[in-house]
């Protein structure tokens, strides 16, 4: 069984640029979630994606949007990068069916600084 | 809304004693609460979880946490620190339907250090 696994694992941008985020998430998971967690902090939860649509979002602004695929693979796109966007970024998979209860698998994360 | 609150950013034991990392949690309605462990650029590995049914879970590596509804507590704790458990440690919370479905808040964090 793969696990979840993210690329790249480092990259550095500058403010201002776009910058595109993957994900695959681990076998059989139907569910794509994104954190950004900052340095000292918790993660965050960006949003959410089951079945290629987004299924809730936290608090972050729209130039934050994603993609799931077909194959469950996941994206995630910031545009008009700013300096508070340095962060380490974490993809967790899920498999959720209904309402039942599930279990999120985390990705090893992209670390992302902005300069 | 639910938040989640982690009492110390700092817990140093040493290699034997009782570990104990404190979270206490704040929900609308009946939560789900995992404890999460993330080692030095890695990410989050889940340690245990409570949904339903026994308020005692038992997780990985000899940790167990207990479901206090009436202290909206869920403590962790392991009876003895191995120097290998030195990592982050995050609580967190997600609702268990609706559209808070599968979103976790977490915790801000707790560092524990384990001395020789």
């Known amino acids: 069984e793969t696990g979840v696994t993210q690329s790249p694992t480092h990259l550095i941008k500058t403010r201002g640029q776009q910058v595109t985020l993957r994900c695959s998430s681990q076998?059989?998971?139907?569910?794509v979630s994104w954190y950004q967690q900052a340095l000292g902090q918790g993660p965050q939860f960006i949003f959410q994606y089951y079945r290629e649509e987004e299924n809730g979002r936290g608090n972050f602004p729209p130039r934050f949007s994603g993609l799931q695929f077909p194959n469950y693979s996941s994206e995630l796109n910031v545009n008009a990068l700013e300096l508070d966007d340095s962060a380490l970024y974490l993809c967790?998979?899920?498999?959720?069916?209904?309402?039942?209860?599930?279990?999120?698998?985390f990705g090893p994360g992209t670390r992302l600084t902005v300069t | 809304a639910q938040s989640v609150t982690q009492l110390g950013s700092h817990v140093s034991v040493s290699e034997g004693a009782l570990v104990l990392l404190r979270c206490n949690y704040s929900s609308s309605v009946p939560p789900y609460l995992f404890w999460y462990v993330q080692y030095p650029n890695q990410g989050l590995q889940l340690l245990l979880k409570y949904t339903t049914g026994a308020t005692l879970v038992k997780g990985i590596n000899g940790f167990e946490a207990e479901f206090k509804k009436s202290e909206t507590s869920f403590h962790l704790t392991k009876p003895s620190a191995h120097m290998s458990d030195a990592a982050e440690y995050f609580c967190a919370v997600t609702l268990g339907g609706g559209t808070s479905y599968g979103k976790l808040t977490f915790g801000q964090g707790t560092i524990l250090t384990v001395h020789p």
């Open positions: 076998s059989g998971h139907n569910t």
């Open positions: 967790a998979s899920s498999w959720r069916v209904g309402t039942g209860t599930y279990e999120q698998y």
